[in-house]
């Protein structure tokens, strides 16, 4: 039997990876690790660890493949043990759990990754896998389904940053970190989901799923069904990225500020349907040339995923973290083409900001407290800017 340890067990995770592996059939196990909360590992195991998957349009779907689930507050060692015997650790800790810099490298000086260097309780991804890595003497893949461009590439440069400062001994032979491309739009579960399903642990998600893998294991996997290996990732994860988060991000921050609160309430706003469809045309038009004739399509596609009332997404979902999404949603895309929706993306985004700062509500970003006080400067936009490391755009976007 292969093992899976996946690190991050929230919606999307139940959603996408361990939906693929129960297809995929009985001969493989995952175990969780939940890196802060307890919540979903309490809930979950007052169930035995299963939940329901309310897949809409198809119908609700048992997942029982899940062993345990592990925290890293109630101890690093059960967790290291589990890694050891891993086949596969797979990752969805979101873009804040990468711990980077506004050049995507690893951040020593950030508190969780400084203290992890001077010694015990591990606490962050990095940290872990590198600890893991420095004990190994068989292989592993370690598999990022994060939405980062070139996850698996990024969270290996991490990792080795890591262990070079923590000056641990690692044979890189026995680790790859392929890249991949994940795509499900999976909402926060509600009560009425809940009550639907019977379950306080039901997650929903849309019909549609898509996963693109870098063919480079180091090992056995399970037999995914319908997922795509592939020697390059990058037009997949270029397309997913510049047209659906970029859209996402796009009708969050203009959505919210028209006081709508679901992505199928804003893309019924004729102004917002325009210009979001604008986006997905101006950021497809920087894709690589191989996939540019898949654009008009997919673009439609998109506009019908987001028309959809039963998924009921959130818009201030999509709005957090935007210190971490923006850069490659939004900025890259408009360093390659200066389009007019891109450029009013960001103002959107600095503008919410501004908004919720004045307000007093504290946004949901690991950069909130430097958000504040970009806001509350002289010069709020320029600020801002700075701290998502868009100085060389701000001409473009202040003009």
Not at 77 to 104: R, W
């Amino acid at each position: 039997m292969g093992q899976i340890v996946h690190f991050g067990l929230g919606n999307f995770a139940r959603a996408h990876v361990l939906d693929y592996t129960t297809d995929a059939g009985g001969s493989w196990q995952v175990i969780g690790v939940n890196l802060r909360s307890s919540a979903t590992r309490d809930g979950l195991a007052a169930q035995d660890y299963t939940y329901t998957l309310d897949v809409q349009g198809t119908g609700v779907k048992p997942i029982t493949i899940i062993k345990t689930i592990l925290l890293a507050s109630e101890g690093q060692q059960p967790i290291l043990e589990a890694m050891a015997n891993a086949d596969i650790i797979s990752v969805t800790v979101t873009e804040k759990g990468y711990h980077l810099d506004q050049n995507s490298q690893l951040d020593l000086q950030d508190p969780v990754i400084a203290a992890e260097l001077t010694g015990p309780p591990l606490r962050s991804l990095i940290g872990f896998i590198a600890h893991n890595l420095a004990r190994r003497d068989r292989p592993v893949t370690i598999l990022s389904c994060d939405n980062r461009v070139g996850n698996g590439d990024t969270l290996r440069q991490a990792v080795h940053k890591f262990a070079q400062a923590a000056q641990l001994s690692i044979d890189w032979s026995l680790a790859r970190f392929p890249n991949a491309m994940v795509d499900r739009i999976t909402p926060a579960t509600t009560d009425r989901i809940r009550q639907k399903c019977k379950d306080p642990m039901a997650v929903p998600t849309e019909a549609f799923r898509e996963w693109v893998i870098e063919d480079y294991f180091a090992g056995q996997r399970p037999d995914w069904p319908d997922v795509q290996f592939v020697q390059d990732v990058r037009p997949h994860e270029l397309r997913k990225l510049r047209m659906l988060n970029g859209a996402h991000s796009f009708l969050a921050y203009t959505g919210l500020a028209q006081g709508y609160d679901y992505v199928h309430e804003a893309i019924l706003d004729p102004q917002l349907r325009s210009q979001a469809l604008s986006l997905m045309m101006e950021a497809g038009a920087t894709l690589p040339l191989e996939i540019q004739d898949q654009v008009p399509a997919y673009a439609q596609a998109l506009l019908l995923r987001f028309d959809n009332t039963e998924l009921a997404h959130r818009l201030d979902q999509i709005a957090m973290d935007g210190s971490q999404k923006l850069p490659y949603r939004i900025l890259e895309t408009l360093r390659a083409r200066a389009a007019p929706v891109l450029i009013s993306a960001v103002r959107a985004w600095m503008s919410y900001c501004i908004t919720q700062t004045a307000q007093g509500e504290k946004l949901n970003d690991p950069l909130a407290e430097d958000i504040a006080k970009a806001a509350n400067s002289t010069q709020p936009e320029r600020m801002l800017l700075q701290l998502i490391g868009a100085e060389d755009l701000a001409q473009l976007i202040l003009e």
